[in-house]
């Protein structure tokens, strides 16, 4: 089944950086975009960006551009999502996510809803 | 941006009964070329990610069990449980992937009366 898995909790100092890989499974990684999205305490789910596995193309909100860089490593089958510049508020929780598919008669149609999720990797910032 | 509005923010109802979640977009999420709604649902329980449970704003995900409803179009959108379980106690989310960047509704807490 498609799975994926996380790397684990981090503590960070402010202005610090950090990065957080996402291994997948169970599906042809470069066939499928991986979406980041985080969720701080208390706060809604924020979406961070996207890469296409296949071509690399990356895509990110404005409110993270020149903050956050999302790559991915197709021979690990494995996407990284590294947040610079970290200050109290990054505190959250990130997720991975893969762009959804729905198949059907043995063809699958994708797009951007998120299915499934990563673990979750909790990561501190805290001086 | 899109705007993602839920309502209410929390929610007690009674095993067995019906509960409903709404969620408003702040613009159209139906693209006109395919007459879909670019809006999924989530589950999120305590300590675990979010679960889809609805894209396209009707299709429901395999496995998902056929209590769980999702309706509406262009900027109305509602998930309906028809006869709550303990189990589905959780936080529930309205997605939409209509345009970047995809935003989320601020989450409904459904809880037992």
């Known amino acids: 089944q498609v799975q994926l898995v996380q790397s684990g909790a981090e503590v960070k100092k402010p202005g610090a950086s950090v990065k957080v890989s996402c291994k997948a499974s169970?599906?042809?990684?470069?066939?499928?975009?991986m979406h980041w999205v985080r969720q701080a305490p208390g706060q809604r789910l924020e979406w961070m960006g996207w890469i296409n596995a296949g071509n690399d193309n990356t895509e990110y909100p404005q409110k993270f551009q020149g903050r956050v860089t999302i790559t991915r490593d197709t021979s690990a089958s494995t996407a990284y999502m590294e947040l610079s510049s970290l200050r109290s508020e990054d505190t959250a929780v990130y997720y991975c996510a893969r762009e959804g598919a729905y198949c059907t008669n043995g063809v699958c149609y994708k797009d951007n809803w998120f299915d499934p999720w990563g673990q979750g990797t909790l990561v501190t910032v805290s001086s | 941006d899109i705007v993602m509005t839920q309502s209410p923010d929390s929610l007690a109802v009674s095993l067995g009964e019906r509960a409903t979640i709404n969620c408003k977009s702040s613009?159209?999420?139906?693209?006109?070329?395919?007459?879909?709604?670019?809006l999924a649902w989530y589950q999120q329980k305590p300590g675990q990610p979010p679960k889809l449970l609805i894209y396209?704003?009707?299709a429901r995900e395999s496995g998902v069990p056929d209590r769980f409803s999702g309706s509406g179009s262009g900027t109305d959108f509602s998930l309906t449980i028809s006869s709550l379980q303990a189990e589905d106690v959780a936080v529930y989310y309205c997605q939409q992937y209509y345009s970047t960047p995809y935003t989320f509704g601020q989450g409904t807490k459904l809880e037992i009366k």
């Open positions: 169970g599906y042809t990684f470069t066939n499928y975009a």
């Open positions: 613009q159209s999420v139906l693209y006109s070329s395919n007459n879909k709604n670019y």
């Open positions: 396209w704003a009707s």
